[in-house]
């Protein structure tokens, strides 16, 4: 089955404890991008990746790292995680033209820094 | 720069009722233009989507038309059920580099029996 798996779903931590939410995908896709959502806020983009070794920033990657040395993983890091960091975040794949090809979302990680 | 502007919520009808939900963005160029639904629980799943000016996309009941003069995509159903009960997003694509999906903030909608 194709699909955007994400690790962990639900994350509890501290301030300052780096931690790591991993993303993988099984449809060989080019492009992969992290969102985050917050109420009232809509989705925004994290940071993205067009290949493997390329990545860049979206509208709000300040606080977080990514790396894409496999295509099929892009995981999210969190070097030293805050409050204003307690989100919902969704990692998401798609081939080719983002005009025509829709982004495929894993079910989401629901992270909680205290 | 790019933007989606969503009615506010949250919406909620009585089963078979007529939904309309507004979207309107935004852009520069061309745009293509996306509804994407999340059930409770899960991720953002396409609904459908329009790629040029009166494009109507379609699926499980839900239509949208790409209204480029009144740079609009609303998005409809002639009879809701309780299983459309969700977050729906539209959001637009202009086809640069990153080709990133803006998203506007997202309406809850709720169906009653």
């Known amino acids: 089955e194709a699909q955007v798996t994400q690790n962990p779903r639900y994350l509890i931590t501290v301030t300052g404890k780096k931690l790591t939410v991993t993303c993988s995908q099984n449809?060989?896709?080019?492009?992969m991008s992290w969102y985050r959502q917050d109420p009232g806020l809509g989705l925004r983009q994290i940071y993205y990746s067009m290949n493997v070794e390329v990545t860049d920033k979206g509208d709000v990657p300040e606080g977080y790292k990514v790396s894409r040395k496999e295509k099929r993983n892009f995981p999210l890091i969190l070097e030293s995680p805050s409050p204003n960091q307690t989100s919902l975040y969704f990692c998401?794949?798609?081939?080719?033209?983002?005009?025509?090809?829709?982004?495929?979302f894993g079910n989401g990680t629901r992270l909680t820094v205290t | 720069g790019n933007s989606v502007t969503q009615m506010e919520g949250p919406v909620t009808l009585s089963e078979e009722a007529f939904l309309t939900i507004n979207c309107t963005y935004t852009?520069?160029?061309?745009?293509?233009l996306f509804w994407y639904v999340q059930y409770p629980g899960e991720g953002l799943q396409l609904l459908l989507k329009a790629t040029k000016a009166d494009d109507k996309g379609s699926n499980k009941g839900f239509e949208a038309t790409y209204r480029k003069e009144t740079t609009s995509f609303h998005l409809e159903k002639g009879s809701v059920q309780v299983s459309d009960s969700a977050v729906y997003f539209c959001a637009l694509s202009d086809g640069g580099a990153n080709s990133k999906l803006t998203f506007g903030k997202g309406i809850t909608l709720s169906v009653r029996p």
């Open positions: 998401a794949s798609s081939s080719g033209d983002r005009r025509n090809s829709p982004l495929h």
């Open positions: 852009a520069t160029g061309y745009p293509s």
């Open positions: 449809m060989n896709h080019e492009y």
